[in-house]
C-alpha cells in the first residue's frame, strides 16, 4: 500500500470542501388522483416538516409527509372560499397558517394546516391591497405576508390577516425595479429576496422594500439566469432559485456569490422539466423542487464530501 499527498486547489478543493445537493427521492405522476399533479407549482415546508404542493390545473393543494406519503388535499375550481382559479404560490406560517395564492382571481387565501378556510383578501386590480396575476408569497418570521404582484411589477406585504402595510417596485430594470418579479422569499433576518424574472436576476430588500443588492444575468453559465421563478432562504442564509428555462436549481450565498447547482433538462432522477418553485426543510437538509412539467416533486439531500482537506489545502489519500 503506498500513501500519496494529492494537492487541491481551485473548483476541486471548493467541490470537496462543501459537498453536494444528491437525489433522494421523489413523488407524484399526472393526473388527479391523490398524489397526483397536473402542472405542481408552488412548493412549502411546515415547520412540521410536511409539504405542501399547489396544484395549478386541478385547483388544488395538496399535502405530504416529508418523503411524499399523502396526507389531504383541499381546493376545487371556482371562485367561492377555498376555490381556486389557476393557484400558484404557497407559503407556511411559523404558526401552521396555510397561505396560496389564488393567481386567476386575483387574492390571497389562507388556511389551516389541514385546510379548513381561514379568510382572504384581494381583488383584481393596481390599486393598494390588489393584484394583477399575483404568483409567489412569503410569510416573514413576524407573520408579515409579502406577495409577488407580477402583472403590477411591484411586491406587496400586509399582515398576517391581509390588512396592506405597504409596497415598492415599478416596471423597469433598475435597482427596485422589475419585470415580472415571481417568487419571494424571507430570510430569517426577514430581508426580502424577489427573482425579477424576465430581468434575469434576483434583487433582495429589507422588510420595508429598501433596496439592498442583486445578482445575475441572461444566460446558462454559473450565476446567470434563464426564466428564474421559484426562491427559497435556508436557515444558514443560503438562497436557492429554481430555473424553468435552464432546468436547473442554484445556489447562492445571502448576498449572491455563487455555491452550487444541480439538474439539467430530463425525465431521470436529479433532471427537471422547467422546475418553477424550489423549498428547503426547516433543519436545511432537504430541497423540494416542483418539477412542473414531470408532474412530480423531487427531493434532494445534503451529502457531506468523500474527504476533507487538511488547513494547507491537501488531502491525504491511499492507492494500492
Known amino acids: 500500500m503506498k500513501r500519496v499527498m494529492i494537492a487541491l486547489t481551485g473548483a476541486a478543493l471548493a467541490a470537496a470542501a462543501h459537498g453536494a445537493w444528491e437525489y433522494e427521492g421523489q413523488w407524484g ?107 409567489g408569497v412569503a410569510v416573514a418570521s413576524n407573520g408579515n405576508v409579502y406577495v409577488g404582484d407580477w402583472g403590477n411589477d411591484r411586491v406587496q406585504y400586509f399582515t398576517a390577516t391581509g390588512s396592506f402595510l405597504g409596497t415598492w417596485g415599478s416596471y423597469g430594470s433598475g435597482n427596485g425595479e422589475f419585470d415580472e418579479p415571481m417568487g419571494v422569499a424571507c430570510a430569517a433576518n426577514d430581508n426580502v429576496y424577489v427573482v425579477d424574472c424576465s430581468n434575469s436576476r434576483l434583487q433582495y430588500f429589507t422588510a420595508t422594500g429598501s433596496y439592498l443588492g442583486q445578482w445575475g444575468s441572461y444566460g446558462s453559465g454559473n450565476g446567470q439566469f434563464d426564466l428564474p421563478w421559484g426562491v427559497d432562504v435556508a436557515p444558514n442564509g443560503d438562497v436557492y432559485v429554481a430555473e424553468w428555462g435552464n432546468d436547473r436549481v442554484q445556489y447562492f450565498t445571502a448576498t449572491g456569490s455563487f455555491l452550487g447547482t444541480w439538474g439539467s433538462y430530463g425525465t431521470g432522477n436529479g433532471e427537471f422539466s422547467g422546475p418553477l418553485y424550489v423549498a428547503v426543510s426547516p433543519a436545511g437538509d432537504r430541497v423540494y423542487v416542483a418539477d412542473t412539467d414531470n408532474d412530480r416533486v423531487q427531493y434532494f439531500r445534503w451529502a457531506e464530501p468523500a474527504v476533507t482537506p487538511t488547513s494547507l489545502g491537501k488531502v491525504k489519500a491511499l492507492f494500492r
Open 29 to 135: 405522476s399526472s393526473g388527479s388522483g391523490n398524489g397526483q399533479f397536473r402542472d405542481p407549482y408552488g412548493i412549502a415546508v411546515a415547520a412540521s416538516g410536511n409539504v405542501y404542493v399547489t396544484d395549478y390545473d386541478n385547483s388544488r393543494v395538496q399535502y405530504f409527509t416529508p418523503t411524499g406519503s399523502f396526507l389531504g388535499t383541499w381546493g376545487s375550481y371556482g371562485t367561492g372560499n377555498g376555490q381556486f382559479f389557476y393557484i400558484t404560490g404557497v407559503a407556511v406560517a411559523a404558526n401552521g397558517t396555510v397561505y396560496a395564492v389564488d393567481e386567476g382571481n386575483g387574492r390571497i387565501q389562507y388556511f389551516t394546516a389541514t385546510g379548513s378556510y381561514l379568510g382572504q383578501w384581494g381583488s383584481e386590480g393596481s390599486g393598494s391591497g390588489q393584484f394583477d396575476y399575483p404568483d
